[in-house]
Structure formats: structure tokens, C-alpha cells
């Protein structure tokens, strides 16, 4: 497993926020150290796994599923763990390398993919079962375009 990185300009927003999560990848490497298994990394308190329980435990296993703005990888590690082939999309290069070492740590299939939901028209990937949005959407410099990608990509 590695992070595909997609070449293309981030907007002044994006840029802001990959610096921030700079540190926050930090902190979330360090837990990661420290967490044996899957559930100890995404059923923190602070992480939303009771929603993904309810959303996403009814669904059949292996749907191909991209996963958008994952932030450190709660939702696809949680995905992947259920028995899906999960891609993920975040902009922070920080962010994806946690995730990827989740994955790697928990020996679970993820494609970690470094962009933004504006541009998944270059992920090499299509016909997803599911895509989804876990409180992303809006962090989209252009939801419309993002969605418009999504739909060629179901």
C-alpha cells in the first residue's frame, strides 16, 4: 500500500488546512503506536464510529467504496475492516500517511488517494458501489463539481 498523490494546484484554504493537520497527523501517529486493534483506532471518543455503525454494518461485504475526505481514515478503516475495497481521498499528505499506516498496521486493504473531492476525475477507479461524504462535503471549494465527479464514478 502507498499514497497515490494527484499533481494540482490546492487552493489557499486547502494549503491552510494541510498545514494545520500537520500536527494533528502527529498526535493521531502517536495513537495509532498504541492501538492493537482496528476498533481502538476509530471508536475513540472523539471519532464518530457509532454513526458509521449505524450507516454502514447493514451493508454486504465487498462493495467497492471511495471514501472522501477521510481526515485520518476513522471511516475507511472502519470500511475496510467490514470487508470492503475501500479508496480513500484526502488533501492532506500528512493525514494519508497515517492512514496508510493504519492500514499497514492492521494489514487491511485501503488505496489511500492524496487529492481533493474536486478532482477524482484522475483516480484511475470507477464504477464505485458507494461513495460517501463523512462531514466533507463542505470542506469542498466546489461541492458541485466534486458531486459531478462522483457521479461519473458510480
Do not use: W
Not at 499514497?3 to 494541510?18: A, C, F, I
Not at 498545514?19 to 472523539?46: G, M, Q, T
Not at 492492521?106 to 462531514?135: K, P, S, Y
Amino acid at each position: 500500500m502507498t499514497v497515490l498523490t494527484y499533481k494540482h494546484p490546492l487552493t489557499e484554504g486547502v494549503s491552510e488546512e494541510n498545514h494545520a493537520n500537520i500536527k494533528i497527523a502527529r498526535v493521531h501517529s502517536n495513537i495509532l503506536l498504541n492501538c492493537s486493534k482496528p476498533l481502538e483506532f476509530y471508536s475513540r471518543i472523539d471519532g464518530p464510529y457509532f454513526e458509521y455503525c449505524k450507516r454502514f454494518e447493514a451493508m454486504k461485504p465487498g462493495q467497492k467504496i471511495l471514501d472522501i475526505g477521510v481526515g485520518r481514515g476513522d471511516s475507511s478503516i472502519y470500511l475496510a475492516e467490514l470487508g470492503h475495497n475501500v479508496h480513500s481521498v484526502e488533501p492532506s499528505p500528512d493525514l494519508c500517511y497515517v492512514l496508510d499506516n493504519a492500514a499497514k498496521k492492521f494489514n487491511l486493504h485501503v488505496t489511500v488517494h492524496q487529492t481533493v473531492g474536486e478532482n477524482i476525475n484522475n483516480i484511475h477507479e470507477n464504477d464505485f458501489d458507494i461513495i460517501c461524504f463523512n462531514a466533507s462535503l463542505h470542506h469542498c471549494d466546489n461541492p458541485r463539481l466534486a458531486l459531478q465527479h462522483c457521479y461519473k464514478k458510480l
